[in-house]
């Protein structure tokens, strides 16, 4: 008997009849049916669950490790605050406060006529505030030779106090260098004195 015979002869009511190998043949197909439906319509989706939480589960991951960093960096991150704190008390105490900005002006004149200097011009300006200090402008023009002017401008830089020096300029004035200048001085904005 041909395979095409032993298969219009089949009984599709009674299965429990079937030749063994067409049984196992059925049974191996429906067997596959089940296992390759079960994959599309369970196992699929957990899989893709799974990918899910995999990239989730890296994402937290790579966001521990940056707390971690920062963590294990906050003893130093907190002692360069405290360094940062007293360095920055230490420069608010060399800004003169409001009695002192007198005096200070008495004490760069003073550095350019102990220098040697003529002086054409000394003109404090008004007080000019920004977000944290007040600065108060005295324009400068002066005369003498070139160790001189540099004599000045080290003594405004050797102050107790902060002085800053701008828009220096210099040119030749007979025999002698003039030298303009904007001296500026600073104090805290939070002041009273």
Known sequence: MSLVDVLKNLDPSNP????????LTVFVIVFILILFGGYK??????LEEITKLESKEQDLKNTYETKQKKVANLDKLKEQMKEM????????????????????????????????LEFDLFKPRGDASSEFYIETPI??????????????VSG???????????????NKAGDKLSMTA?????????EEG
């Open 139 to 152: 324009d400068i023009t002066v005369r003498g030779d070139y160790h001189q002017l540099g004599e000045f």
């Open 85 to 116: 704190e007293q360095s920055f008390g230490d420069m608010i105490r060399q800004l003169p406060n409001k009695t002192e900005v007198d005096a200070l002006i008495v004490d760069i004149s003073q550095e350019g006529l102990s220098a040697g």
């Open 156 to 170: 405004i830089a050797a102050l107790p106090r902060i002085v800053t020096t701008h828009n220096i300029t210099v």
């Open 182 to 190: 904007v001296a500026k001085t600073y104090r805290a904005l939070d």
């Open 41 to 46: 319509v369970d196992i699929s989706k957990q």
């Open 16 to 23: 429990g009849q079937w030749p063994l190998p067409v049984q």
